[in-house]
């Protein structure tokens, strides 16, 4: 790989003017600083971003605390061992770090950093796109560094690194999950060399957090198409080692004339259709998640083929599991969860005839969900045969419409039971506990199965004439 090709006459609009006045107070210092990294990588893209990294050749530390003393701010984070330093202004989340350079043992991506040049910054960074530097004193303003070419690779839509891949990903593995994320984000390919990198470092995942992993994991999943980032992973062998249940979705087995199609394929193209139309990433997770237990539950049947019966159900406990793994907040799972489970309820609606009962069902067990639900439904429609597509989609058309129509007669939506159980406890003469859960159960059967309205009522007078007999059954 060609390595320090030269420098391009680049220059960048420096949108900011809070970085105007820390480049006067530079001149002033008498500092050589520059804004590096993603900022000129975006401002070449056209993007204004408010994530500033100010590099200084010197002490990061010591110019930012000449600019929190400029602008009156006290509160400034500093990172000591590393030379870092971290302040907001005016809006913007600045940075501030010396030029430096660094070491790395094998066990830890926590370097050794000493004092360094601008290209040995510049040379220990990721990618060539993100190894540039632009000044912001006076002589120097908007002027790009390129020591490794990164303006051509921007231009090309191509990710290396400044040095050898091997021992950029071996000193931080944690950049090979940032090369799957920036070709899924920014939609780039990652050259051969750097590629071929991957596959043989990947098992140094191991020494990165979970944590960092998650995190750059989640940053893919919000990829415009996500699928590019999650076809990599599975490609370079990352998908088994940090994910192991969505790894084994690949494959098709065949057995005389009856096959599968690859779920892993299928379970790509429904992220990204659930992706064109909500940037919510538990949604896009679910997506994900839909199908995750079908190669625990594969069987083959002969005469009639390959079925996974009850993978909706088993995947739904398995989301509990990865959730805790990955380390994500646990006030989502219900929503994921909720999804997984429910995603073949509305199809199967049609094949009972969409009833009111069967659609009061569905919208008391998914609830503010059902829009969402809805979504994933449809995103799941990935065959290639027009008609079926029209068929399938026809078909979720005709449960929307009967939704629509029961929940304007029945208001079902975020269904809660017109008798509560104070009133219950009152009525019934009865203390907390299980018992009250039953007659309330009770209650909302009779409401999904239209034996009454979804009115208070009818719901007590329900109430008081199976009270006795319920309670009489249940005392020992």
């Given at each position: 790989?060609?390595k320090?090709r030269g420098s391009?006459?680049?220059?960048?609009?420096?949108?900011?003017?809070?970085?105007k006045?820390?480049?006067a107070?530079?001149d002033?210092?008498g500092?050589?600083?520059?804004?590096?990294?993603?900022?000129?990588r975006?401002?070449?893209?056209?993007?204004?971003?408010?994530?500033?990294?100010?590099?200084?050749?010197?002490s990061?530390i010591?110019?930012?605390?000449?600019?929190?003393?400029?602008?009156?701010?006290h509160?400034?984070?500093?990172?000591?061992?590393?030379?870092?330093?971290?302040?907001?202004?005016?809006?913007?989340?600045?940075?501030?770090?010396?030029?430096?350079?660094?070491?790395?043992?094998?066990?830890?991506?926590n370097?050794?950093?000493?004092?360094?040049?601008?290209?040995d910054?510049?040379?220990?960074?990721d990618?060539?796109v993100n190894?540039?530097?632009?000044?912001?004193?006076?002589?120097?303003w908007?002027?790009?560094?390129?020591?490794?070419h990164?303006?051509?690779?921007?231009?090309l839509?191509v990710l290396?690194?400044?040095?050898?891949p091997?021992q950029t990903f071996?000193?931080d593995?944690?950049?090979?999950?940032r090369?799957?994320?920036f070709?899924?984000?920014?939609?780039?390919?990652i050259?051969?060399?750097t590629?071929?990198?991957?596959?043989?470092?990947a098992?140094?995942?191991?020494?990165?957090?979970?944590?960092?992993?998650?995190?750059e994991?989640?940053?893919?999943m919000?990829?415009?198409?996500?699928?590019v980032?999650?076809?990599?992973?599975h490609?370079?062998?990352i998908?088994?080692?940090i994910f192991?249940?969505?790894?084994?979705?690949a494959?098709?087995?065949?057995?005389?004339?009856?096959?599968?199609?690859?779920v892993?394929?299928?379970?790509?193209?429904?992220?990204?259709n659930?992706?064109?139309?909500?940037e919510?990433?538990?949604l896009?997770?679910a997506a994900?998640?839909?199908d995750?237990?079908?190669?625990k539950?594969k069987?083959?049947?002969?005469?009639?083929g390959?079925?996974?019966h009850g993978h909706?159900?088993?995947?739904?406990r398995?989301?509990?599991?990865i959730?805790?793994?990955?380390?994500?907040?646990?006030?989502?799972?219900?929503?994921?969860?909720?999804?997984?489970?429910l995603?073949?309820?509305?199809?199967?609606l049609v094949?009972?005839?969409?009833?009111?009962s069967?659609?009061r069902?569905?919208?008391f067990?998914?609830?503010?969900?059902?829009?969402?639900?809805?979504?994933?439904c449809?995103a799941?429609?990935?065959?290639k045969?027009?008609?079926?597509?029209?068929?399938?989609?026809?078909n979720?058309?005709?449960?929307?419409?009967k939704?629509?129509?029961?929940?304007e007669?029945?208001?079902?939506?975020?269904?809660?039971?017109?008798?509560?159980?104070?009133?219950?406890?009152?009525?019934?003469?009865?203390p907390?506990?299980?018992?009250?859960?039953i007659?309330?159960?009770?209650?909302?059967?009779?409401?999904l199965?239209g034996e009454?309205?979804?009115?208070?009522?009818?719901?007590?007078?329900?109430?008081?004439?199976?009270?006795?007999?319920?309670?009489?059954?249940?005392?020992?």
């Open positions: 790989m060609e320090n391009m006459a680049t220059m960048i609009d420096i949108a900011q003017p809070v970085v006045k820390i480049g107070l530079a002033e210092l500092v050589e600083a520059y804004v590096v990294g993603g900022y000129v975006d401002a070449l893209l056209g993007k204004v971003v408010n994530d500033i990294d100010i590099l200084v050749i010197g990061g010591d110019f930012a605390k000449a600019v929190a003393e400029r602008f009156g701010k509160k400034v984070v500093l990172y000591e061992k590393f030379g870092t330093a971290m302040m907001t202004l005016q809006d913007c989340k600045i940075e501030f770090v010396g030029a430096r350079k660094e070491s790395y043992s094998r066990d830890s991506r370097p050794v950093v000493e004092t360094g040049t601008l290209y910054d510049l040379s220990r960074r990618f060539t190894a540039l530097a632009a000044g912001i004193n006076a002589a120097a908007g002027s790009v560094t390129d020591h490794f990164g303006v051509e690779d921007l231009a839509g290396r690194t400044p040095l050898d091997l071996d000193d593995p944690l950049r090979i999950m090369a799957v994320r070709a899924s984000k920014l939609g780039f390919t050259e051969p060399e590629l071929t990198a991957i596959p043989p470092m098992s140094r995942l191991s020494i990165i957090s979970q944590e960092r992993i998650t995190d994991f989640m940053k893919i919000m990829s415009s198409r996500p699928s980032g999650l076809r990599l992973l490609e370079t062998g998908m088994k080692i192991p249940e969505v790894a084994d979705l494959g098709v087995d065949q057995r005389k004339d009856f096959h599968h199609k690859d892993f394929l299928h379970t790509c193209i429904v992220v990204d659930v992706a064109s139309v909500t919510n990433v538990y896009r997770l994900l998640l839909h995750i237990a079908k190669p539950t069987k083959f049947y002969e005469g009639v390959w079925t996974f909706e159900e088993l995947g739904a398995m989301v509990t599991h959730f805790r793994r990955f380390k994500l907040p646990m006030d989502q799972l219900p929503f994921v969860e909720k999804l997984v489970r995603h073949l309820r509305p199809i199967a094949d009972e005839g969409v009833t009111d069967a659609v069902r569905l919208l067990d998914a609830g503010e969900a059902i829009d969402d639900l809805m979504a994933l449809r799941d429609i990935t065959s045969n027009p008609k079926l597509v029209v068929k399938y989609t026809d979720y058309d005709r449960v929307l419409d939704m629509k129509e029961v929940e007669k029945d208001r079902m939506r975020a269904f809660q039971p017109p008798v509560r159980g104070e009133e219950i406890m009152a009525v019934c003469d009865i907390p506990g299980k018992l009250v859960g007659l309330k159960t009770k209650i909302e059967n009779a409401i199965d009454i309205p979804n009115e208070h009522d009818p719901a007590m007078a329900f109430l008081l004439s199976i009270k006795e007999e319920i309670i009489r059954n249940y005392m020992p």
